[in-house]
């Protein structure tokens, strides 16, 4: 299991700082897109989140992953990957004030 957790960690490290690095890219398209949509706000918002939710948020929305994909990367169900982002996008939009369940 110590193995699986150093390859999550090692992963989710490579997905963040690929995230950070699209942001500060001045010649990065994406950059509009954030800044147009308040998406630097969203990106704070979105690393507040408990670690397996921020996850789920990346592999779903940057990652471009199938719910069944997510469940096998992070070693859950699809069901939990669907319900955990759904949660994540609840607490996103009210601004993190939804009670952790």
Same mark, same amino acid.
């Given at each position: 299991? *110590?193995?699986?957790? /150093? ?5 989710? %490290?490579?997905?963040?700082?690929? !995230? #950070?690095? $699209?942001? @500060? *890219?001045?010649?990065? /398209? ?5 800044? %147009?949509?308040?998406?630097?706000? !969203? #990106?704070? $918002?979105? @690393? ?16 471009? !992953? ?36």
């Amino acid at each position: 299991m *110590d193995d699986m957790d /150093a390859v999550y960690r090692a992963h989710a %490290q490579t997905v963040y700082k690929f !995230l #950070l690095a $699209q942001c @500060h *890219d001045p010649d990065s /398209a994406e950059e509009g897109v954030l800044e %147009q949509e308040g998406g630097l706000s !969203l #990106l704070r $918002q979105i @690393h507040q989140l408990p670690e397996l939710q921020r996850e789920v948020v990346y592999l779903r929305a940057f990652g471009n !992953l199938s719910f069944r994909e997510i469940g096998d990367v992070l070693g859950k169900t699809e069901n939990w990957a669907r319900v955990t982002f759904y949660r994540s996008k609840e607490k996103l939009r009210n601004g993190g004030t939804e009670d952790e369940k």
